[in-house]
């Protein structure tokens, strides 16, 4: 079996971005080969195309979550089946088939559509991580709230009972609202607009953009023993924003699953792109002022 795989040599614009086909290895024990469906494009994956955020050497592979089905499993698997549709977090999810460890499948309930199941993993569980992390809170300040990881932290917030003030572009005020935060415009005058809406100071914020204008914005309005967590993995102008390792878990993305295919939690997808045309997703992630998420389909 043969997989085409999304990957770049050098660093750059989306002009970078190439396809590679190649032989796929014996599937290792403890393994499942997957036919992707859809896989999401997140931030990160930009920013480590362009060169941003190096974590890995050169050549580059892309892709952190997935949907598909299975199309093999080692002899004598439990639990699973050739032909079983999952999803989950994966290394290189941009592909038509990947490898991933059989104890990370979640099953895709057959209520969420391929877009919406490949998009969950990465910013689901990034938000569920960035919760845990600040603790027991009652009011939490979220910059870059209308993206996929921020609008479902606001949700997963206003679940725990947490007073929300989410920070997103105008066309965006709106859409947050409706998810239950207190939304407040970028831009010059952030602080101030910030104070106006919640008077005293927050307990805590959690920053999906980590420009200085969100730091600056934190370190006023947080209390001073607040958590200031961060996931943009930008250089910051104060040692009190701290990066938070993102933790994966399939029980709780299985949690999280069950409350979008629920309707309890609302998921936007609001861009689909072809497999074939992942450079013009990758344009459209570097743009930002996203709603939802972007999601390449196969």
Do not use: C
């Not at 859809?38 to 580059?60: I, Q, S």
Request: proline share 5%.
């Amino acid at each position: 079996m043969q997989t085409t795989f999304l990957t770049a040599k050098d660093y750059g614009q989306p002009s970078v971005l190439e396809y590679v086909t190649a032989d796929m290895p014996q599937l290792a024990p403890g393994m499942a080969r997957i036919a992707v469906k859809a896989a999401g494009v997140n931030p990160l994956d930009a920013r480590r195309m362009t060169g941003e955020v190096r974590f890995t050497p050169l050549p580059l592979r892309f892709g952190g979550e997935y949907a598909g089905t299975i199309v093999d499993l080692p002899a004598g698997t439990d639990g699973w089946a050739i032909g079983d549709a999952v999803l989950g977090s994966a290394t290189g999810a941009h592909a038509t088939v990947i490898d991933v460890p059989i104890a990370d499948l979640v099953a895709r309930p057959a209520t969420l559509d391929w877009a919406t199941a490949g998009s969950l993993a990465g910013a689901g569980q990034t938000a569920m991580t960035m919760l845990d992390e600040v603790g027991v809170v009652k009011s939490l300040l979220i910059h870059g709230a209308s993206g996929g990881v921020g609008s479902i932290t606001v949700q997963l917030a206003r679940e725990r009972g947490i007073d929300v003030v989410a920070t997103a572009s105008e066309g965006n005020q709106e859409y947050l609202r409706g998810l239950g935060a207190t939304p407040v415009r970028y831009g010059p005058g952030l602080t101030e607009r910030i104070a106006r809406v919640h008077l005293g100071l927050l307990d805590a914020s959690i920053d999906m953009i980590g420009n200085e204008e969100s730091v600056q914005a934190s370190l006023a309005r947080v209390k001073p023993d607040g958590e200031l967590i961060d996931i943009s993995a930008r250089p910051h102008s104060s040692d009190r924003i701290r990066f938070a390792q993102v933790k994966r878990d399939p029980r709780n993305l299985a949690q999280l699953v069950a409350g979008v295919a629920a309707g309890r939690l609302q998921w936007t997808v609001s861009a689909m792109f072809p497999f074939d045309r992942a450079a013009d997703a990758y344009t459209a992630m570097l743009d930002g002022h996203t709603r939802g998420k972007s999601v390449l389909v196969f």
